[in-house]
C-alpha cells in the first residue's frame, strides 16, 4: 500500500512555455499533499503544502503566481510551473499524506517518484 | 521550521558490516522520527519510522529513539552494496516534515 504515482517522470521544455505534473495517491485518500524540489546534491526543499479542497499554503520565497497548485479530488494534485525558465530546471517531487492505518502507519508521507524538469 | 542535524558524511563501510547514522532534532515536542533512504536520481523512500523511546528493528534496520536526548539514530547491520545510498532524517513538524541534511553511505564490496 501507499503507493504516490507521478507523471511525467521527466519533461523537456522551452523556456517560456508551462508544465503541469500530476501526483496521485493510488490506494489511499490524501487530504494533504506536499510539493517539493531538490537540487543536485542538496536537501528537499518543501515548496508548498496543497489541501484538497482548498488553496495551498505557499513556504517563504516560493512564488505562488510561479508554481501553481490545484487539489481538486483526494487522490490528486498538480502542480503547473509557468513560463517555465533555465534556473526552474530540477527535480520536483510529490508526497501525500496519510493519517491512518491505511497507508501503513500514523501521519506518514509517502514520495512520488519525481519529476524531472529540464528548461532550455 | 524546526532544526534537523544529521552526522555529515560521506560515510563509508565494508560489506557486511554496521553502518551507524545519527541525527539530532530541535524541538523537544517532536512525536514522529522518520528515515527516508534516497538513491542517486530517485525520490525518497521511507524505510522506518518510531514514535516511541527505544529500539524499533525491521530486518537488517534497526531505529533507536531518545526522545529525552533529542536523538535518534539508524544502524544497518550486514550492510550491502545496494545499500549505499543517502540517507535523510525527518522529524514531524504539525503536519510538515523537517529534514536533514542527509548522510551519503557508501558500502564498499
Known amino acids: 500500500g501507499a503507493v504516490v504515482s507521478q507523471h511525467p517522470s521527466w519533461v523537456i521544455c522551452k523556456s517560456g512555455t508551462s508544465v503541469k505534473i500530476e501526483c496521485r495517491s493510488l490506494?489511499?485518500?490524501?487530504?494533504?499533499m506536499f510539493w517539493y524540489r531538490q537540487f543536485p546534491k542538496q536537501s528537499l526543499m518543501l515548496m508548498a503544502t496543497s489541501n484538497e479542497g482548498s488553496k495551498a499554503t505557499y513556504e517563504q520565497g516560493v512564488e505562488k503566481d510561479k508554481f501553481l497548485i490545484n487539489h481538486a479530488s483526494l487522490t490528486l494534485s498538480t502542480l503547473t510551473v509557468t513560463s517555465a525558465h533555465p534556473e526552474d530546471s530540477s527535480f520536483y517531487i510529490c508526497s501525500a499524506r496519510t493519517t491512518g492505518t491505511s497507508g501503513g502507519g500514523t501521519d506518514t508521507q509517502y514520495f512520488g517518484p519525481g519529476t524531472r524538469l529540464t528548461v532550455l | 521550521q524546526k532544526e534537523v542535524e544529521q552526522n555529515s558524511g560521506p560515510l563509508s563501510v565494508p560489506e557486511g558490516a554496521i553502518a551507524s547514522l545519527n541525527c539530532t532534532y530541535s524541538d523537544r515536542g517532536s512525536q514522529s522520527f522518520f528515515w527516508y533512504r534516497q538513491y542517486s536520481g530517485k525520490s525518497p523512500e521511507l524505510i522506518m519510522s518510531i514514535y516511541s523511546n527505544g529500539d524499533k528493528e525491521d530486518g537488517r534496520f534497526t531505529a533507536q529513539l531518545n526522545k529525552a536526548s533529542q536523538y535518534v539514530s539508524l544502524l544497518i547491520r550486514d550492510s550491502q552494496p545496494s545499500d549505499s545510498a543517502t540517507y535523510l532524517c525527518?522529524?514531524?513538524?504539525?503536519?510538515?516534515?523537517?529534514f536533514g541534511a542527509g548522510t551519503t553511505v557508501t558500502v564498499r564490496a
Open positions: 490506494d489511499f485518500q490524501a487530504t494533504t
Open positions: 525527518a522529524v514531524n513538524d504539525d503536519y510538515k516534515l523537517s
